[in-house]
């Protein structure tokens, strides 16, 4: 199910040494991950298999530079908390196509 975010009402992001290190491990950048929230299309859908615990988010997106990314975020202490971040793979760029995001590569 896609969702609606009012990002307004959130206090931006949560970064520590943990969930940059993971990232860094895909080769994104925490600033990368921040380019997503603000370009369009942003397609964000509840992770239901992995939300026992807290509410995760599923989302697909481009940074500034067009880079199609996969994210998995949470909302801790009011704020974006990103757990795992990658480039798209075949199957996300065809999931991501058909929930309106861009039709071309």
């Not at 859908?45 to 615990?53: F, I, V």
């Not at 795992?84 to 991501?96: P, T």
Request: hydrophobic fraction near 30%.
């Amino acid at each position: 199910m896609r969702l609606n975010f009012d990002f307004s009402k959130l206090d931006g992001f949560e970064w520590d040494e943990g969930n940059l290190e993971h990232i860094k491990k895909h080769k994104v950048n925490y600033r990368e991950c921040e380019d997503l929230f603000f370009n369009i299309p942003l397609i964000i859908n509840r992770d239901e298999e992995h939300s026992q615990a807290e509410e995760r988010f599923r989302v697909y997106g481009k940074t500034n530079r067009k880079r199609k990314i996969f994210m998995i975020f949470t909302i801790r202490h009011n704020k974006i908390r990103v757990l795992s971040s990658r480039d798209q793979n075949k199957k996300e760029r065809i999931e991501f196509q058909e929930q309106g995001g861009e039709t071309h590569e």
